[in-house]
């Protein structure tokens, strides 16, 4: 493999440790989509924070860290945007906030999965993520796309727990706008 | 008995959608009523589909029957009044008209509330309209206010019938009735 031995060797004068972003909040969101009665609809988070290094050429030293205030879902319908923070849900009085922190990076052909840790409800489960990262003038973008399975989570238990009504599977992507730190 | 209607009685096929969709419509209208009994949000929410799927189903109901009735015909009108054959013409497209515009209103509310159409859990309809929130509640009350006026003409409809089998002992109500047999002819009592 010299080829890559010769990229390694190339990468590794700048691999000390990977770039760190911040957010720019403008042009940035973080969503989710599911399924209510067939049809799919779109919500995001209105208040979310996330640490992101990165480098391409350093998966290893890379890391996605981020806070989301579940309180702030928005999907565009006021039933669903009421029900949301109650205890069925998010129950935000208990839980306010989820967390995904990364444990890790690796390449699957062309694209880098971001392997992490989801806390949501006061459940932490894995959760891996598609990552496309595109640098941009001294900056980048970042787009992610996973999945989910809500009753992982209690996300919709009980009554709510009926996936031919609610899908199971909640779709979430996330475009974040970076600027370097 | 015919499935087609002939000179003197209605056939089973118009009988079958007559009282198949009566009785959809009073029941799927008491239901739509009794919405907030719902012991919880998720009930409600599988309450309203079952009610809207009913509803489509009057829809496509009532469409097949308008088609089969102009294939079909219908038993000549029983001498009767002028003034009367002309109210029964009244109520009977008053009826037609209500009978769609029911279900057609409740797809329009439901398409102004934003809300998935869904038939049975079988597949999705189109949004009759954009959602608008500010429509919503008006929509709500011209699908229900409908049916309170649906329920008037019936109350014209049903007493009419009633009146022709109990005073009149013709065969009006007893031609639509399901396994009913037909009076004798009474002797024409000539065009009024």
Do not use: C
């Amino acid at each position: 493999m010299p080829r890559l031995a010769m990229l390694l060797a190339l990468a590794l004068p700048f691999a000390a440790s990977a770039a760190d972003y911040t957010v720019q909040p403008a042009g940035s969101t973080l969503g989710f989509s599911d399924t209510f009665q067939g049809e799919a609809f779109n919500g995001h988070f209105d208040r979310w924070t996330a640490a992101i290094s990165y480098d391409a050429a350093n998966l290893a030293s890379s890391k996605f860290d981020v806070d989301v205030d579940l309180a702030s879902a928005k999907t565009g319908d006021n039933d669903r945007d009421h029900a949301l923070p109650g205890t069925d849900f998010f129950d935000v009085a208990k839980f306010p906030k989820a967390h995904f922190v990364t444990t890790g990076f690796r390449q699957n052909g062309a694209q880098v999965i971001a392997d992490g840790k989801l806390t949501l409800r006061g459940v932490s489960r894995p959760v891996s993520l598609q990552v496309t990262f595109k640098p941009q003038g001294s900056g980048a973008t970042l787009d992610v796309a996973g999945s989910v399975k809500r009753l992982d989570f209690g996300v919709g238990g009980g009554d709510y727990a009926d996936t031919s009504v609610i899908g199971a599977d909640v779709k979430i992507t996330a475009h974040l706008q970076l600027a370097p730190r | 008995m015919s499935l087609r209607s002939n000179d003197r009685q209605w056939g089973s096929v118009a009988k079958f959608f007559h009282w198949v969709i009566a009785l959809a419509i009073l029941g799927n209208g008491t239901f739509g009523l009794l919405m907030d009994l719902a012991h919880s949000p998720m009930q409600k929410i599988n309450w309203l589909a079952l009610h809207k799927s009913i509803g489509l189903s009057v829809l496509a109901l009532v469409l097949l029957r308008v088609v089969w009735r102009w294939r079909d015909g219908r038993p000549r009108e029983e001498s009767a009044p002028r003034w009367q054959q002309w109210a029964a013409r009244g109520v009977h497209g008053a009826l037609y008209v209500l009978i769609v515009a029911l279900p057609l209103s409740g797809w329009w509310f439901n398409s102004v509330t934003g809300k998935p159409l869904q038939w049975f859990k079988q597949f999705n309809l189109p949004a009759l309209a954009a959602k608008n929130d500010d429509l919503s509640h008006f929509a709500h009350g011209v699908h229900e206010y409908l049916f309170w006026f649906l329920l008037l003409v019936l109350v014209a409809h049903v007493g009419a019938a009633l009146k022709h089998h109990v005073f009149d002992n013709d065969n009006v109500l007893r031609r639509m009735l399901p396994f009913s047999r037909l009076r004798d002819e009474p002797a024409q009592k000539g065009e009024s």
